[in-house]
């Protein structure tokens, strides 16, 4: 049972260029969520998918873009790659976007020179 | 495996002790909590939940208690073991379902 997956789990990034985080989820969920955590701070959404279909800008979307390709993926798109940008991300999803536990993926460590 | 949150307040407990992890929350308005247990190089894992209308919620070896009156939750853990090292957070979920997360503390366990 593999829940949530996440690729690639590590990343180096020269400032200025651009990649996609890919997440995929296998527990038939309708929500889907994108989020970055620093040092110290607590997780930081960056967009979520509510359901197949829309996507909407979370706490933190500057620089950032996603895709919800079907029920299944989930992507988060850098356009242009800045050293504040250097996290750790994390995809997850939830049966529905209501009061309900999120299933975390392990993580892709994003770091930018 | 990377850590992570290298600024979190920290706790450390003996092997078999109890532990109470603490986490005061922002929205009076919140109805739904949950803790999460982060290990090292790991996404965050859901270990219990309560809801607003509740003070009191028992899993295996992990109880949970909310305090509205002064919004805190504590997460206790009884017979603390190695296992049980990692990062704990709370989260909230409000009005329009925005989840907010805490920053967590970091569980040592000596042996």
């Known amino acids: 049972n593999a829940g949530v997956t996440q690729t690639p789990k590590f990343q180096v990034l020269k400032t200025g260029q651009s990649m996609t985080l890919q997440c995929a989820q296998d527990m038939n969920h309708n929500s889907m969520y994108w989020y970055r955590q620093d040092p110290g701070m607590g997780l930081r959404l960056i967009y979520y998918?509510?359901?197949?279909?829309?996507?909407d800008k979370g706490e933190v979307p500057n620089g950032y873009n996603v895709s919800r390709l079907n029920k299944r993926e989930f992507s988060l798109r850098l356009e242009s790659a800045a050293p504040s940008q250097t996290s750790v991300y994390f995809c997850?999803?939830?049966?529905?976007?209501?009061?309900?536990?999120?299933?975390f993926g392990d993580g892709t460590r994003l770091s930018i020179l | 495996g990377e850590s992570v949150g290298l600024h979190l307040p920290t706790l450390s407990v003996q092997e078999g002790d109890n532990s109470i992890i603490n986490c005061a929350y922002s929205?009076?308005?919140?109805?739904?909590f949950i803790w999460y247990k982060q290990e090292s190089g790991k996404g965050p894992q859901f270990i219990i939940d309560?809801?607003?209308?509740?003070d009191k919620r028992q899993g295996q070896r992990v109880t949970v208690l909310l305090n509205k009156t002064v919004k805190h939750l504590s997460l206790q853990i009884a017979a603390t073991q190695p296992g049980d090292s990692a990062v704990y957070f709370c989260a909230e979920i409000g009005g329009g379902f925005k989840t907010i997360f805490g920053a967590g503390t970091r569980l040592f366990v000596k042996a």
């Open positions: 929205n009076s308005a919140s109805d739904y």
């Open positions: 998918s509510a359901s197949e279909g829309t996507t």
């Open positions: 309560i809801r607003s209308n509740m």
């Open positions: 997850a999803s939830s049966e529905f976007y209501s009061n309900q536990p999120q299933h």
